[in-house]
């Protein structure tokens, strides 16, 4: 055990001399495998912070939550052109729908609509998310409040001119002092501040951020828009009792639908029963699938490095051929040199696959304040780097390292000289 740790040191310290000694050489090696490390674990970890941040997002929702709506979250066999014909979701399907089904929890009613403009005296801030939705929303997305409450059932079903606002409206239009009880202008109306969300922040949040939105009653906006608007998307939000047989519920829920609407035994359905599972198992797709192309592009680089290093190295045993004789005329073993050779390969490696990780990190520090997005680095993917390195240190370096090894000690002190 002595004699293999005693030549893992020797060869270990002939690597690091041979690297010192021809610093461009060497330089010109490190960055074919930096560029191959720093390109695949730089999309490993982005695709790794946004699988993060999406799951982070929507934890707070239950997976068997249904959207009911006329699009789909998945692909889907129907057209483009026949899905745009199907019927926007109304008030009155949901009404009818919570009184309905049964093993239902809550049943919420959403508009999704165009940005706005909102003022308070002086100030303005324009591109607002505008969240019209009934008074059930806040049980089925869990909102937290930093002050003030949600509207009730009698301010949602009158369309009260109420409004929920996010952190950052409010620092905007109040600083420090208290929003409750304010009043700030959108639609061309006055609406109280009832509540104000907790600080969510951009990098958080998957579409547009709750500390950027407004939340109103939807009978409100009903009262401006037609529900047949195109430009509107109109939801109904579904959350069954913990523990429901899911296929019997969507079975339930579309015949309800189907009888509502007056459709005939042999129509397709026109909405979609969105599972939000499903939703989840589409988005990991997705993830899984941008893992492969990100595996695919960067082994091309990791390619272009292994074959410098081996380049590299091929040239090193021709440069020290002379030398390797004499090793060999002094007792050196064939796997001395072997080891030798290799091990030069691998600590280049690791050293070009350390190089790549620091520039990821340095990177992702970077994007992380600018785009305000959490970036993470994670062990996994540093071990993951560490061990490409070496592997790519052991295949480049294998081959230079046989031939080195297997050079006749006389022929060797013969071409040197």
């Known amino acids: ?37 720093f390109s695949i674990i730089a999309v490993l970890a982005a695709v790794d912070s946004l699988d993060r941040k999406i799951t982070k997002d929507l934890s707070s929702l239950d997976k068997n939550t249904i959207y009911l709506f006329n699009d789909s979250f998945a692909p889907t066999d129907v057209p483009q052109w026949k899905r745009n014909q199907f019927p926007n979701m109304t008030y009155e399907e949901y009404v009818y729908l919570k009184g ?25 801030m324009s591109g607002i998310n505008i969240v019209p939705v009934s008074y059930e929303f806040i049980d089925i997305q ?69 500390d950027i939105s407004a939340f109103i009653p939807v009978n409100f906006l009903r009262r401006i828009y037609s529900e047949n608007n195109r430009m509107l998307t109109n939801v109904v939000v579904i959350k069954p009792v913990k523990g429901v047989d899911m296929d019997a519920f969507k079975a339930e829920l579309a015949q309800k639908l189907r009888n509502f609407r007056g459709m005939k035994a042999g129509d397709e359905d026109n909405f979609f029963i969105n599972v939000f599972s499903g939703l989840t198992n589409f988005i990991d797709n ?16 990791l390619l272009v490095g292994g074959f410098g290093v081996a380049n590299i190295m091929f040239v090193s045993v021709k440069e020290r051929t002379n030398l390797i004789g004499i090793q060999k005329s002094l007792g050196a073993k064939n796997k001395f040199i072997l080891f030798q050779f290799l091990f030069e390969a691998v600590i ?14 340095v990177v992702m520090l970077i994007l992380t304040r600018v785009l305000d997005f959490e970036f993470v680095l994670g062990l996994g993917n540093v071990m993951l780097g560490t061990s490409l390195a070496v592997g790519i240190g052991l295949i480049s370096g294998l081959l230079p390292a046989i031939s080195a090894s297997r050079l006749d000690p006389v022929e060797a002190i013969r071409s040197g000289m």
Not at 105 to 117: G, L, R, S, V
Not at 286 to 300: T, V
Not at 348 to 361: K, N, S, Y
Request: hydrophobic share 45%.
């Open 100 to 124: 309905a089904m049964g093993q239902l929890d809550q049943m919420a009613y959403q508009i999704f609509t165009k940005p706005e403009t909102l003022k308070y005296e002086s100030k303005t």
């Open 1 to 37: 055990m002595i004699v293999y740790l005693r030549l893992l040191s020797e060869s270990f310290s002939f690597a690091m001399n041979a690297l010192r000694n021809n610093k461009l050489r060497t330089f010109l090696s490190l960055l074919g495998v930096t560029i191959g490390i």
């Open 286 to 301: 997705i993830i899984r699938q941008m893992n492969i192309a990100g595996w695919i592009i960067s082994i091309f680089s």
């Open 142 to 210: 869990g909102l937290e409040f930093q002050s003030g409450r949600f509207y009730t059932e009698a301010e949602s079903t009158s369309g009260a001119r109420v409004v929920v606002i996010g952190d950052e409206v409010a620092q905007t239009f109040f600083g420090n002092a208290d929003p409750i009880g304010k009043g700030i202008r959108m639609y061309g109306q006055r609406f109280t501040v009832i509540g104000v969300l907790k600080k969510q922040g951009s990098g958080e949040s998957m579409g547009p951020s709750n």
């Open 348 to 361: 280049l490696c690791v050293i070009g696959g350390i190089i790549g990780m620091c520039l990821v990190f």
